[in-house]
């Protein structure tokens, strides 16, 4: 691990933040404010997923993506509910905190049987925005049934 | 949000207490003890749940529709395992916490498979008692496949 | 319970590591390196369950168990999630600490569906080895789907 990414000590109140971010950031996606979800995104935040051909970069293409899918699920009915946690949190040397956690998609048709939709691994790099709230800088988001980037990278030798 | 309620500074001693309250109560309920279950609810605390036609009301009233359904669970060879998760904890300037949460409910007969029951969010209002325990004064557990309270509420205009 | 293993004041510190404990654990298991895995065991760490006859003692035997359930998986393609949450917490005053968690195993196969494979309570101890970090000394799984060993225990009156 470079320098500049060295872990550093962990406090509780940090790891608390994260978890409570999380829920926040979860429940505002699930209750179909894309708007505000993308908001937990910096400005210049990217979201990478082994699902999309290439990276949503931008809060605002962010925003626009996750608009489109809370009005498809709105359509049919469909409740989602984004689990997050196995949080492990690694702070590093310049600030930023990267964390690498499992998630599970839920979802529920109106009268019909919750189900598990996807499991995933969510890589985050968090930034702290201005105001001192959290912010992710980079996601990447590698669903368990998909071939992962690294398996279908090229090779650089 | 009105000024009695406002959010407060979440420390992390709070957030952890809230964490543990909950697998201890949930455990509780898991392991079919109702009555020590129902003892995390305050004397007067209310559980509303959008799958009732009425909230009950008082700890002797919850004790005794919880002792119910771990009868029956007990009576079908049947085990529950509730999982509440991604928490947002609201500390409220009267001292009481609001916190809005995921659970789930699996469930798993002996020798058969574990299943996914149900999806919920549940919002709890929870205060401190005389002991300084977490004590839930009320409780809306909303299931994802049932229309919410909202849904069904007679319009007040 | 005995005076040597009286419950503790809970702090937010312990609260978290032993969350970011289980995050790092789990993922080593589930990244499939069974090595790294058994190390957060004790050397003479003991592994029970109800779905074994006997108990896997010592780190080594634990990490061969592992390596063969871990190519086992990459064999048919299958990734698990090991998810532990709920967690109860409960230092004791010989240093140790209990924790009583629900631990639910994911699978997803290469191109399929995500899907729950098994329920099950968690009952560990864990002490602190000589460079701080927490070791599991004993686990115990039960899964949700089997008698338990307190179920099928020969009586001793």
Redesign the interface.
Known sequence: MPVTAASLD????L??QI??F???Q??LLDDGDAGAWAGTFAPDGVFAANAHPQPTRGRDAIAAAARRAVDELAADGE?R?????????DPRSDGSIGV???A?I?Q????????????T?CDDVLVQGDAGDWLIRYREVTR????SAADTAPRSS
């Open positions: 962990l406090t509780a109140d790891y608390c978890q409570q999380y829920a926040r979860m429940q409740t509910r984004h689990w997050l946690g196995m949080l492990a949190v690498r956690s499992y599970l839920f529920t048709r109106r009268g019909g049987q919750a189900a598990l939709r996807l499991s691994v368990d049934d998909l071939p």
